[in-house]
């Protein structure tokens, strides 16, 4: 349960009729406490801090229902300086989310036409959760798979990145190999993360970088070359 919890402000029509409490709508309930009557949820408006939540009595219920992933509308009351949840609504996930999430688990499954579908289908959703398990696809034991992976990686673009740098120093030649046609394919968007990475690289996957940049047409400036652009003072 989080220890400070942000100030959550009630926003209402100017003029207009003021209501007993507000709504907090929430993407992800984090906790469920029947037993404390507590509930804590994550506040995307608040870049994901977290807030916990009194909940009242004949709310316990509806509290039941709730499970921790759920998105949920919850009617907010304050009393004596704490907030009490007196209702709850759950709210239907998108329907590209929910088609993710079966995605996700059927790239799992033992048979490989559902990992191969699942792979292919997660590219088009471009659901940003799919990249570890795609990039971890790049090693099924069936190249049909391994291909939707790969091609699905590519679609993904930008969020790809990060997991593939380090595949570039694969001792695999399959997998290094396709981390690097992939990266070069997403083109631009992985310009800047490469360029990045060579801070923390050790030797050999600085090396692979440099030679992925290169491949790309990119070259790092040298820092002799930024000194040479900086404006000078007059």
């Keep these: 349960m989080a220890d400070e ?11 207009g009729e003021k209501k007993d409490g507000f709504n907090l709508v929430t993407e992800r309930v984090v906790a469920v406490n029947p037993e404390s009557r507590q509930l804590e949820v994550e ?6 801090k977290t807030v916990v939540l009194d909940v009242a009595e004949e709310a316990l219920e509806d509290l039941k229902k709730l499970k921790a992933g759920d998105g949920a509308t919850i009617r907010v ?3 004596g300086g704490k907030r009490i949840a007196t209702s709850f609504r ?8 929910a088609r993710a999430d079966a995605m996700l688990l059927d790239l799992k ?7 191969k ?3 292919e289908v997660l590219g088009e959703l471009k659901d940003p959760r799919a990249v570890d398990p795609l990039v971890s696809a790049l090693n099924d034991e ?4 391994r291909q939707r992976a790969y091609d699905s990686l590519i679609k993904l673009g930008g969020p790809s990145v ?17 981390a690097t046609e992939i990266l070069r394919k997403i083109g631009k968007p992985a310009v800047e993360p490469l360029a990045t990475a060579l801070t923390d690289a050790d030797e050999r996957l600085k090396t692979r970088i440099m030679k992925v940049l290169d491949r790309m047409g990119y070259k790092p400036k040298t820092k002799e070359q930024v000194k040479t652009e900086l404006p000078r003072l007059t």
Aim: net charge negative.
């Design 5 to 15: 919890a942000p100030k959550l402000i009630q926003i209402a029509p100017k003029g």
């Design 43 to 48: 506040l995307l408006a608040y870049d994901g």
């Design 77 to 79: 009351v304050e009393e």
């Design 90 to 97: 759950i709210r239907a996930k998108d329907p590209n989310t």
């Design 109 to 115: 499954d033992s048979h490989w036409l559902n990992r």
């Design 117 to 119: 579908y699942a792979a």
């Design 142 to 145: 069936v190249g049909d798979v």
């Design 162 to 178: 990060p997991s593939l740098i380090p595949l570039l120093a694969s001792e695999e030649d399959e997998i290094r190999q396709s």
